[in-house]
């Protein structure tokens, strides 16, 4: 059985101690391949440092994740992101994470359009999905989707946690899959009555660590090796062995992120 975690922040400080361990967790869990979402300009070198260790297994992607959009440094740090994307000599499988979130600060909408444009403009010049971070912005999303969606575009909703009817607007804009996490394991986390209706070619799955860690490990810190919990969880919903949800979530994010990779330009 192999799995695929599509987002996963294992770079992030809190898995220093014990980085090594944890991408042994996976090898036994069978979650053989992990994507690593950048965040801003900061996290670079770390997502860079995965990569190089694991470079059979992790593959990052490189975008501005809407809570660091600061009126202040914004434009300056999508600069250093696409210098890394044009001149770091790596390759990558994913413009992310992008998108809106108006949990923290609802100030910077406007510039998050801004940045979330620009970095569209990017995944299509080179031909790569976006990775949509959504946080209580589902109408700026699909105000923003309406606006650049077409045939050059594709990606996920990471994390997605909304309802039916936003599922299927999502699904709607034609080459967009679901990312599913731990939330989907949470007694009122909502999903349960989403993932029946949604088709089995459109989700993959993901964990977010460290963050939203799946029941039974809720309230503690996520890894990676948990993907194959959420991976039960949706072969649950689905009436499906476990074995078949892995297969058909893994040739899933396969196509949405042209997997297996070279992460080298040569």
């Given at each position: ?18 980085r ?8 036994e ?5 992990l994507?690593l ?49 044009d ?16 949990h923290?600060?609802?100030?910077t ?35 923003a989707?309406?606006?650049?969606n ?8 990471h994390?997605?946690t ?13 080459r ?12 009122n ?14 989700v ?38 476990i ?24």
């Amino acid at each position: 059985m192999r799995i695929i975690d599509t987002h996963t922040h294992l770079y992030q400080p809190t898995f220093d101690e014990d980085r090594d361990a944890a991408m042994q967790r996976c090898t036994e869990a069978g979650v053989e391949t992990l994507l690593l979402p950048n965040i801003d300009a900061a996290s670079i070198p770390r997502v860079h440092e995965m990569m190089d260790c694991w470079p059979d297994r992790c593959f990052g992607m490189m975008g501005l994740h809407p809570c660091h959009v600061k009126p202040d440094s914004w434009q300056s740090e999508l600069q250093t992101i696409r210098e890394q994307i044009d001149h770091s000599g790596r390759r990558y499988v994913a413009i992310g994470e992008i998108g809106f979130d108006l949990h923290w600060d609802k100030t910077t909408l406007d510039i998050q359009h801004t940045a979330f444009r620009k970095q569209v403009e990017w995944a299509k010049e080179l031909k790569l999905p976006i990775v949509i971070h959504v946080r209580e912005a589902f109408d700026a999303l699909f105000e923003a989707l309406d606006e650049v969606n077409d045939e050059a575009l594709t990606g996920v909703v990471h994390c997605f946690t909304g309802n039916v009817e936003q599922a299927e607007r999502i699904l709607d804009y034609g080459r967009f899959y679901l990312g599913i996490g731990g939330v989907a394991t949470y007694k009122n986390g909502g999903l349960d009555a989403v993932l029946p209706h949604v088709p089995h070619d459109r989700v993959v799955l993901e964990t977010d660590s460290p963050y939203l860690s799946p029941v039974p490990h809720r309230g503690k810190r996520n890894e990676s090796s948990y993907t194959a919990i959420v991976a039960q969880r949706v072969a649950d919903l689905w009436q499906l062995p476990i074995e078949r949800t892995a297969a058909l979530t893994t040739a899933n994010a396969e196509r949405l992120f042209s997997l297996p990779f070279n992460g080298s330009n040569q």
